[in-house]
């Protein structure tokens, strides 16, 4: 996810832009959708959605914190 973040120009503005989060939060509900239509033996769950959006949160502030101390923004 932090390579689609650079590719799609998140290091090129200064300004935060919720678009990229909501991108990575979409394809977490897409994919626990997926889970809950497709027969893989795989089950949709909250619980999953939540842990998505925490990980998301979390790995978005750690890597705004490292990029902020590289003066990368």
Request: no cysteine; hydrophobic share 50%; glycine share 8%.
């Amino acid at each position: 996810m932090s390579m689609m973040w650079i590719t799609n120009g998140f290091l090129n503005t200064k300004k935060f832009k919720w678009f990229y989060l909501f991108n990575v939060f979409f394809l977490g509900l897409l994919i626990e959708f997926f889970q809950y239509i497709l027969p893989t033996g795989r089950y949709f769950e909250i619980v999953d959605i939540t842990a998505n959006g925490l990980g998301i949160l979390l790995g978005f502030l750690i890597s705004y914190s490292y990029l902020l101390k590289n003066k990368h923004l």
